[in-house]
């Protein structure tokens, strides 16, 4: 089932649209003065830069028929020049793509299965890189992917009906001995349409809204220590991230906000995160300005407590059990706790309660 599962997203979480710095009005639904839909043709003579545009802060949301997890939605993450972050959720799981268009290609060069963290992967490469779509966009353009299918422009102002809008779209077909897949696409769209075949079964997913100015929202376990209970009280926080926001930001301000009376202090007033990420070694590392320390005024109970806080949240978050924690890129050390390089704060739930 969780094969299946990804399977299904890899397949459908390839499109999105529209620049944050120059978003077109040709990017919503097509409609007329009584706001009703229309068809929308394929003109001539386009370029990739006109099938992908990429919106900001947009959420797209895709219809499924023939199976559970045919139906997704996706947002864009991360964008910078010619990249962008999408990161699609079809209910059994969330993937991110890292998207490329450059010199007539549009190249997936990173992909994440069961990324439910957020993390800017903009300039990592992966060796298993994949071309959704190539110039010249004409009848006949052909490459063969890394795992041996065909992957080729199969024809052009094709009719293509969506639960969103009729569009003229360009289709692209994907196939081995064993399955084939369409994809359409439209100029200011992006992907509007994806039908799988395979043994007389066929999936299909289709785009159904778009919504601008709609966040990626978060739902967070937030660990806050309260040392005259002795005891580490948990509570689920709602983090809201616009496309390019970084999530050490969101993280250093919720773990400020104080909303029980129960929460002991995590950070102080003037504490930064200055960097947090997941390692390639499987360890979270987070970088704390000095204020972590100087800011704490806590005995070796409650600076405990703190760290413990700190490190049952970004692992639960990030889905791994080890922390790295430094301050100013050295090693943690306060008057109570040291450490040396490499050494690790672990996960560790045992004296934690829920605050609902």
């Keep these: 089932m969780k094969k299946l599962i990804l399977i299904f997203c890899m397949l459908l979480s390839v499109s999105i649209f529209s620049s944050c710095n120059n978003a077109k009005p040709e990017a919503q639904p097509p409609s007329n003065e009584n706001g009703e839909t229309v068809t929308v043709a394929t003109p001539a003579a386009l370029t990739l830069a006109d099938y992908f545009v990429y919106q900001a802060n947009a959420k797209y949301t895709y219809e499924g028929t023939g199976n559970e997890y045919a139906s997704y939605t996706v947002f864009v993450d991360y964008l910078a020049g010619n990249r962008v972050q999408i990161r699609s959720n079809?209910?059994?799981t969330e993937m991110v793509k890292?998207?490329?268009?450059?010199?007539?290609?549009?190249?997936?060069?990173?992909?994440?299965e069961e990324s439910y963290y957020r993390e800017n992967f903009l300039q990592k490469n992966s060796d298993k890189t994949e071309i959704l779509l190539q110039e010249p966009l004409i009848k006949g353009t052909a490459w063969t992917l890394a795992d041996q299918r065909k992957r080729?422009?199969?024809?052009l102002n094709v009719p293509v009906t969506t639960p969103l809008a009729n569009y003229q779209a360009l289709e692209v077909t994907t196939e081995n001995e064993y399955d084939k897949v369409l994809d359409y696409y439209v100029p200011h769209v992006g992907l509007v349409k994806t039908i799988f075949m395979s043994n007389g079964v066929e999936i299909t997913s289709s785009l159904s809204k778009i919504e601008m100015n709609t966040p990626l929202r978060q739902q967070v376990q937030f660990f806050y220590p309260n040392v005259e209970e002795d005891k580490i009280y948990f509570q689920t926080k709602e983090l809201i991230f616009n496309t390019n926001d970084l999530t050490k930001l969101a993280f250093e301000k919720t773990f400020k906000d104080l909303s029980s009376e129960k929460f002991g202090r995590v950070l102080g007033a003037n504490v930064k995160i200055n960097s947090l990420y997941l390692n390639q070694d499987g360890k979270i590392y987070v970088d704390f300005s000095k204020e972590l320390i100087s800011e704490m005024n806590a005995g070796s109970?409650?600076?405990g407590m703190i760290i413990q806080s700190i490190t049952n949240t970004l692992g639960i978050y990030y889905g791994k059990d080890k922390v790295y924690i430094?301050?100013?890129?050295?090693?943690?050390?306060s008057g109570h706790i040291e450490l040396r390089k490499g050494e690790f704060f672990t996960v560790d739930l045992a004296n934690c309660v829920e605050l609902k």
């Design 301 to 303: 109970g409650y600076e």
């Design 326 to 333: 430094t301050i100013e890129e050295k090693p943690y050390a």
């Design 152 to 155: 080729y422009i199969s024809n």
């Design 98 to 112: 890292v998207l490329e268009n450059k010199n007539g290609q549009l190249t997936v060069l990173l992909a994440h």
């Design 90 to 92: 079809n209910g059994g």
